[in-house]
């Protein structure tokens, strides 16, 4: 998840120990680092992180010499909105140029490229390595066959890394990236909703912030889109996770940052890159600006939009009053600045960067409004047809995301391997399920595609993905919570009216779960201590995960502990 603070993520370049001690031993009268590539991504544990190649060079004018070395070290894949390929940075870390500002770095106008005729797989080493150029590279056959952009002009490649597209159209916010990395992009907008001469797009505040929001729902409205791609980053990176798993091979993939415009559609840019080789006729490009569309005309289909927050109702300490026309999440301007935070929101005011380097970014945007006109806003007929559409996108995404894909997305949702704590609770519910005392099922809130995770309907970032899993057992009904972070601590609440838990989207508990973490932070122990009644349920058992020596121990002493709970619970 993404660090707590992350307005500091570091524009210095840290390095570890190991990197000096080896750098250390290279006489260069001056020494200075380069950002020679970025690298495939992978998990450790539920955290993204990415290989970035640095070079030890001896001056900073894309001149590389035979005993440069380069390293390969690790980096949360949202710093790579610090990190980019062509930087600069003195011995120690300090960051000197990025290719916009570098002297060296030439710019080639008014090229042309499209998905379909430049789409391109490179292989590195045959392409870059075995004395071909001089650009610099680690152990060549680690970087293996590569999806670029790749232009033939006059004889000369220009060779535009996947990495260079991700810089300019999705690292415009550190939660920006996390947004389409982690997949909260597509539960969290509601593509749009056109009502007469409106578009209106939902977003939901528990799951994404408002500054996010008003970033990535432009894409809606981009000539030429193919949304699709956007939420493909995601997916495909799973999938080929998975696939390596399959195939006993390293569990690393590239992250298809590809154009988000449909395969034909012709795209004008300028490309900042520098030769690689003697001849000058294989380039590097370490950035891209000045994109437009010709086929078009503008960049996007509307002039303006609004956006509407589905999670618009902020609930205050008094269970029974609720306080409407609330906007959660970052309060802002229409030009997208910030203004203020609330005291209590769903995203908990998470706290972001955005890039302002002196780099072209994708900031165009359509004019977008945080309020609906009077004319659709008192309309009964807009009211229905829009929670109609919004229930309707839902369903579509869920068909979407087809049993096929459930191995690659459990892997990161608690299975992949190491995650004996949460195989313990999942193997614990097996169980419970075979029991003729219970009658046992899994439920959910926001359910993350086909995993048996929901969504926090607090704080996603914050709090992680939760398991809730109902138990009826003598009339009485039960759900087991658990959240799926490093504090191992689970909670099971008693429902105190008849009936169940609705298995999609309880309403109550939603609330309820919302109270527990923002004010109470999932203490269990302290709410099972008070008996305190949450929207129609107390918490009557708080319990650690107690690791044994093996993992069946571990499953028999946490269902052991699980039945007591619950039986002590219906005998009072």
Same mark, same amino acid.
């Given at each position: 998840?993404?660090?707590?603070?992350?307005?500091?993520?570091?524009?210095?370049?840290?390095?570890?120990?190991?990197?000096?001690?080896?750098?250390?031993?290279?006489?260069?009268?001056?020494?200075?680092?380069?950002?020679?590539?970025?690298?495939?991504?992978?998990?450790?544990?539920?955290?993204?992180?990415?290989?970035?190649?640095?070079?030890?060079?001896?001056?900073?004018?894309?001149?590389?010499?035979?005993?440069?070395?380069?390293?390969?070290?690790?980096?949360?894949?949202?710093?790579?909105?610090?990190?980019?390929?062509?930087?600069?940075?003195?011995?120690?870390?300090?960051?000197?140029?990025?290719?916009?500002?570098?002297?060296?770095?030439?710019?080639?106008?008014?090229?042309?490229?499209?998905?379909?005729?430049?789409?391109?797989?490179?292989?590195?080493?045959?392409?870059?390595?075995?004395?071909?150029?001089?650009?610099?590279?680690?152990?060549?056959?680690?970087?293996?066959?590569?999806?670029?952009?790749?232009?033939?002009?006059?004889?000369?490649?220009?060779?535009?890394?996947?990495?260079?597209?991700?810089?300019?159209? *999705?690292?415009?916010?550190?939660?920006?990236?996390?947004?389409?990395?982690?997949?909260?992009?597509?539960?969290?907008?509601?593509?749009?909703?056109?009502?007469?001469?409106?578009?209106?797009?939902?977003?939901?505040?528990?799951?994404?912030?408002?500054?996010?929001?008003?970033?990535?729902?432009?894409?809606?409205? #981009?000539?030429?889109?193919?949304?699709?791609?956007?939420?493909?980053?995601?997916?495909?990176?799973?999938?080929?996770?998975?696939?390596?798993?399959?195939?006993?091979?390293?569990?690393?993939?590239?992250?298809?940052?590809?154009?988000?415009?449909?395969?034909?559609?012709?795209?004008?840019?300028?490309?900042?890159?520098?030769?690689? =080789?003697?001849?000058?006729?294989?380039?590097?490009?370490?950035?891209?600006?000045?994109?437009?569309?010709?086929?078009?005309?503008? #960049?996007?289909?509307?002039?303006?939009?609004?956006?509407?927050?589905?999670?618009?109702?902020?609930?205050?300490?008094?269970?029974?009053?609720?306080?409407?026309?609330?906007?959660?999440?970052?309060?802002?301007? *229409?030009?997208?600045?910030?203004?203020?935070?609330?005291?209590?929101?769903?995203?908990?005011?998470?706290?972001?960067?955005?890039?302002?380097?002196?780099? !072209?970014?994708?900031?165009?945007? !359509?004019?977008?409004?945080?309020?609906?006109?009077?004319?659709?806003?008192?309309?009964?007929?807009?009211?229905?047809?829009?929670?109609?559409?919004?229930?309707?996108?839902?369903?579509?995404?869920?068909?979407?995301?087809?049993?096929?894909?459930?191995?690659?997305?459990?892997?990161?949702?608690?299975?992949?391997?190491?995650?004996?704590?949460?195989?313990?609770?999942?193997?614990?519910?097996? #169980?419970?399920?075979?029991?003729?005392?219970?009658?046992?099922?899994?439920?959910?809130?926001?359910?993350?595609?086909?995993?048996?995770?929901?969504?926090?309907?607090?704080?996603?970032?914050?709090?992680?993905?939760?398991?809730?899993?109902?138990?009826?057992?003598?009339?009485?009904?039960?759900?087991?919570?658990?959240?799926?972070?490093?504090?191992?601590?689970?909670?099971?609440?008693?429902?105190?009216?008849?009936?169940?838990?609705?298995?999609?989207? =309880?309403?109550?508990?939603?609330?309820?779960?919302?109270?527990?973490?923002?004010?109470?932070?999932?203490?269990?122990?302290?709410?099972?201590?008070?008996?305190?009644?949450?929207?129609?349920?107390?918490?009557?058992?708080?319990?650690?995960?107690?690791?044994?020596?093996?993992?069946?121990?571990?499953?028999?002493? #946490?269902?052991?502990?699980?039945?007591?709970?619950?039986? =002590?619970?219906?005998?009072?």
């Amino acid at each position: 998840m993404l660090p707590k603070k992350t307005q500091n993520l570091p524009r210095a370049l840290k390095l570890r120990p190991w990197v000096y001690e080896e750098a250390n031993k290279i006489e260069f009268k001056n020494k200075f680092w380069f950002i020679s590539w970025l690298g495939k991504s992978y998990y450790i544990n539920d955290t993204i992180y990415r290989d970035v190649y640095i070079t030890l060079c001896n001056n900073t004018h894309f001149k590389f010499q035979k005993n440069s070395k380069t390293f390969c070290v690790q980096f949360r894949e949202e710093y790579t909105i610090r990190l980019k390929q062509g930087n600069y940075y003195d011995y120690l870390g300090k960051f000197l140029s990025s290719v916009y500002n570098h002297e060296n770095i030439r710019i080639k106008n008014n090229v042309l490229i499209s998905r379909e005729n430049n789409g391109a797989i490179i292989n590195i080493d045959n392409l870059l390595g075995k004395g071909r150029t001089y650009y610099p590279l680690n152990s060549t056959e680690i970087y293996g066959d590569v999806a670029c952009y790749l232009v033939d002009i006059d004889n000369s490649k220009y060779i535009i890394p996947m990495n260079v597209i991700q810089s300019y159209f *999705y690292t415009l916010s550190s939660m920006t990236l996390y947004n389409l990395i982690y997949g909260v992009f597509v539960p969290g907008i509601v593509k749009p909703y056109k009502f007469e001469e409106y578009a209106v797009v939902a977003f939901r505040s528990s799951l994404i912030s408002t500054l996010e929001a008003r970033i990535l729902s432009k894409f809606y409205f #981009l000539n030429g889109v193919e949304i699709k791609k956007l939420y493909q980053i995601r997916r495909t990176f799973l999938k080929n996770l998975l696939n390596n798993r399959k195939n006993n091979q390293e569990e690393k993939a590239y992250i298809d940052y590809t154009l988000p415009f449909k395969k034909n559609v012709q795209v004008e840019m300028s490309l900042h890159y520098h030769p690689v =080789d003697l001849e000058e006729n294989i380039n590097m490009v370490y950035a891209i600006s000045n994109i437009l569309l010709p086929a078009y005309g503008s #960049l996007f289909e509307s002039d303006n939009y609004i956006l509407r927050d589905d999670d618009k109702v902020l609930f205050i300490d008094n269970e029974d009053i609720v306080s409407e026309g609330t906007t959660l999440g970052i309060q802002h301007h *229409y030009n997208g600045q910030e203004v203020s935070n609330t005291p209590f929101t769903n995203n908990d005011a998470i706290l972001n960067v955005k890039e302002n380097d002196e780099g !072209p970014k994708f900031y165009e945007s !359509p004019s977008i409004s945080d309020a609906l006109p009077t004319k659709i806003k008192n309309s009964v007929s807009f009211e229905n047809s829009f929670v109609r559409h919004i229930n309707m996108y839902d369903e579509f995404i869920s068909s979407h995301n087809s049993n096929s894909e459930t191995g690659a997305i459990n892997l990161i949702y608690g299975l992949s391997k190491g995650k004996d704590y949460m195989l313990a609770i999942l193997s614990v519910f097996e #169980l419970l399920e075979k029991s003729a005392e219970f009658k046992c099922k899994y439920i959910y809130l926001k359910r993350q595609e086909t995993s048996k995770f929901s969504y926090d309907p607090f704080n996603f970032q914050d709090n992680g993905s939760i398991l809730l899993f109902m138990i009826e057992f003598n009339d009485s009904c039960f759900c087991i919570i658990v959240r799926n972070n490093k504090s191992n601590r689970i909670g099971i609440i008693k429902r105190l009216i008849t009936g169940v838990f609705d298995e999609e989207n =309880d309403e109550k508990l939603k609330l309820g779960l919302i109270k527990i973490s923002r004010d109470y932070h999932y203490n269990w122990s302290k709410l099972k201590t008070s008996k305190l009644k949450i929207h129609d349920f107390i918490v009557v058992d708080a319990l650690n995960n107690k690791e044994r020596d093996t993992l069946e121990e571990t499953v028999e002493n #946490l269902h052991k502990r699980i039945l007591k709970g619950i039986k =002590d619970s219906v005998e009072k």
